[in-house]
């Protein structure tokens, strides 16, 4: 991490990438949904929390949710990514219902949904089961993954000053760990670029390498880069590109437990995403349609991408474009009209 050239890094890393994936990028076709932003938490690093008083506040109703994602499932999408805030009076009825009205619409699509923190909120507040009861729940009702966000940085000095009062690193790692044990997948992340050293970094990617060896329950590392701009903590310079990349490289050579490394372009932007490609990266997360989380802290980024730009941003970094699914499967190839 404290290597001067970064070139050789990107290098080493790339070597890193062909051994495993060979000359392949991948996308998923993905739609996604932010079901509220009504959070009992008030993280110092987000803007998109709220409470019910709040302006910016919002809540979807089913119907709304199911109308978002028919017209997804319309566009050719194949999954349905879905997250919200620690919402305070939603019951358990309204969560496993959304679960099945959407699994009602397709059988074929896939549905990645909450967070380890809002499964822990939803287990012990609203559900008030186990965890695991809580996740055979979900599961039973047409759940196909877990997201990887609330990771944040897992340094507990860290968390206090950027998400004060939020789970601990071995609360959100328990929660991955009994999904994993029932045979489900999900992704691993980390919010990186605020206070957090070079060090923590690591440490944070090495609890994520501990967990694989256990469960190899964890489809891909998708590191994301702090955009601050309408946070609490605004006053961050907002990281470089070639931190970024330095990031994505060096966890492509260290996670070497992990089948897939992610460029989150909402974060990093398609461009230098397209450029990570050649730094370890061998996949580009999916079309979105629809992001609130990293545009309300003031990202510039586009709110969604085509199936056209992936495979253009992709054939440019010299790599094969193809579609996958939720579990990093890849599907049939096909060249995007």
């Given at each position: 991490m404290h290597h001067e050239d970064l070139n050789a890094i990107g290098t080493i890393a790339n070597v890193v990438r062909e051994r495993i994936n060979g000359n392949v990028a991948t996308y998923i076709r993905n739609l996604y949904v932010n079901y509220s932003n009504i959070c009992v938490l008030s993280c110092q690093f987000c803007a998109f929390g709220a409470r019910k008083r709040d302006a910016h506040a919002f809540e979807f109703s089913h119907d709304d949710i199911v109308a978002?994602?028919?017209?997804?499932?319309?566009?050719?999408i194949t999954e349905v990514h879905m997250v919200g805030g620690l919402h305070p009076t939603l019951t358990s009825e309204w969560y496993v219902q959304l679960i099945q009205k959407l699994r009602e619409l397709d059988g074929n699509l896939f549905i990645k949904a909450f967070t380890a923190i809002e499964i822990r909120h939803l287990a012990e507040r609203i559900f008030k089961k186990s965890i695991q009861e809580t996740l055979q729940i979900f599961k039973d009702?047409?759940?196909?993954?877990?997201?990887?966000?609330?990771?944040?940085?897992?340094?507990?000095g860290v968390r206090d000053q950027i998400c004060r009062?939020?789970?601990?690193?071995?609360?959100?790692?328990?929660?991955h760990r009994i999904w994993h044990q029932m045979g489900?997948?999900?992704?691993?992340?980390?919010?990186?670029?605020?206070?957090?050293?070079l060090e923590q970094r690591v440490e944070h990617m090495s609890q994520l390498r501990i967990l694989q060896d256990e469960t190899r329950g964890f489809t891909a590392f998708i590191p994301f880069a702090f955009v601050p701009e309408t946070t609490d903590m605004a006053h961050i310079q907002p990281t470089t590109a070639a931190d970024e990349l330095r990031t994505l490289a060096v966890s492509r050579i260290y996670l070497d437990n992990f089948e897939h490394i992610t460029a989150y372009w909402i974060s990093f932007g398609l461009p230098?995403?397209?450029v990570a490609l050649n730094y370890g990266v061998d996949d580009l997360h999916g079309t979105i349609m629809e992001e609130?989380?990293?545009?309300?802290?003031?990202?510039?980024?586009?709110?969604?991408?085509?199936?056209?730009?992936?495979?253009?941003?992709?054939?440019?970094?010299?790599?094969?474009?193809?579609?996958?699914?939720?579990?990093?499967?890849r599907l049939h190839q096909t060249t995007a009209a």
């Open positions: 978002k994602v028919r017209v997804g499932l319309q566009g050719g009702a047409g759940l196909g993954a877990l997201t990887g966000g609330g990771a944040e940085i897992f340094d507990a009062g939020k789970e601990t690193a071995q609360e959100w790692l328990e929660v489900m997948r999900s992704t691993a992340t980390m919010l990186f670029g605020h206070v957090e050293t230098l995403a397209s609130k989380i990293f545009h309300m802290a003031g990202a510039k980024t586009p709110v969604a991408q085509t199936q056209k730009a992936f495979e253009k941003a992709i054939r440019e970094a010299g790599r094969d474009p193809v579609p996958r699914d939720t579990w990093y499967r």
